[in-house]
């Protein structure tokens, strides 16, 4: 039996220039980190007493006798892909998918890293990030980006740089003291609205808008944002107010990105003392995310009531075998 623990990743500064479409011919960046929230994988070989070969556990329960007949599309191309079979895998999580976290993609990794377990091979980071992109965006053809699957893999703060040659991660150099200070400055709270990222993106890509002057100015950001991170003497709250400067921005991109209801929680937060924020993800719904001053915390969260507040802390473990036991017997003898 295999357990693997993947972090949720948050991004500030970037996002839209992961996608290979733009990052090939434009260059891109992300400034991101992974946090305390995870998802949780369990494989385990699945004994031939049964009539199904293969159980699967996540928002549904599926049983069957061939990997093809799968319908989740992400496991049934991962088990293609690396040659699984006769087994039981379940997911938990700490958050909702479609939410703006990369949900999606920490499961991928985790998946893919619990494979690569019960096969008795050791994966590093970037090969878990390289086939979670591959078994996404091109054995799924799901739209969307390769900053989710990196960040989940590699974990901590780090900024990805693409180019027409793949990409960089570079972890910032922050202090204990200042990344604990901006982690006690940011506020996240739960829209209660879902949505798929890929639709997301189609959607955004189907408007007819030339994006290619918003993405290069988002991008430009990444490095305004880790000038203030990395600079001791730098205001922090400088950050913020390029959060804010980077949803406007965002929402230039697409018309699917926010709606009435969530600019109207946006400008509530703001109202109430936030410096600046945006919604994490592609856009639509999840989690909105607001950087404040301590003297104005509670009244953001007096503004956000009707909300959930997620207390989170950052993280650097990126995806983990949590748990390990060999496994044999019957299962090994199943034709």
Not at 3 to 28: N, Q, V, Y
Not at 35 to 43: A, G, N, R
Not at 191 to 201: I, K, L
């Amino acid at each position: 039996m295999i357990i693997t623990k993947t972090p949720f990743r948050m991004s500030f500064f970037g996002g839209g220039t992961d996608l290979e479409s733009h990052f090939r011919a434009h260059g891109g960046a992300v400034l991101s980190t992974t946090f305390d929230k995870y998802c949780y994988v369990t494989v385990r070989r699945l004994p031939p007493f049964f009539d199904y070969a293969t159980e699967l556990c996540y928002s549904q329960t599926e049983r069957v006798t061939d990997v093809a007949q799968i319908r989740h599309p992400a496991i049934r191309n991962a088990m293609q892909m690396l040659g699984m079979r006769d087994l039981r895998l379940t997911y938990e999580a700490d958050l909702p998918a479609r939410s703006g976290l990369g949900t999606s993609s920490s499961f991928a990794v985790g998946m893919l890293h619990a494979f690569h377990a019960m096969k008795g091979e050791a994966a590093d980071k970037k090969q878990l990030a390289d086939e979670a992109i591959y078994l996404e965006r091109v054995l799924c053809g799901e739209s969307g980006g390769w900053q989710d699957q990196i960040a989940a893999a590699f974990g901590g703060f780090n900024k990805i740089t693409f180019d027409a040659q793949g990409y960089t991660v570079q972890p910032l150099a922050l202090s204990p003291e200042r990344k604990r200070t901006l982690n006690d400055r940011l506020l996240l709270f739960f829209t209660g609205f879902t949505r798929f990222s890929s639709e997301v993106q189609d959607l955004n890509a189907k408007d007819g808008r030339d994006k290619t002057a918003q993405l290069c100015e988002m991008r430009g950001l990444v490095d305004e944002a880790e000038a203030i991170l990395t600079n001791p003497r730098a205001d922090l709250d400088g950050f913020g107010r390029l959060l804010d400067r980077t949803w406007q921005l965002k929402r230039q991109t697409g018309a699917a990105i926010s709606t009435d209801s969530i600019d109207a929680l946006y400008a509530k937060g703001v109202a109430a003392g936030a410096l600046g924020g945006k919604l994490l993800g592609a856009g639509g719904g999840g989690f909105l995310l607001f950087y404040v001053p301590p003297e104005r915390q509670e009244s953001v969260r007096r503004a956000m009531d009707d909300l959930l507040h997620i207390p989170f802390a950052f993280e650097d473990g990126g995806t983990q075998i949590l748990y390990r036991a060999p496994e044999s017997g019957p299962a090994e003898a199943r034709a």
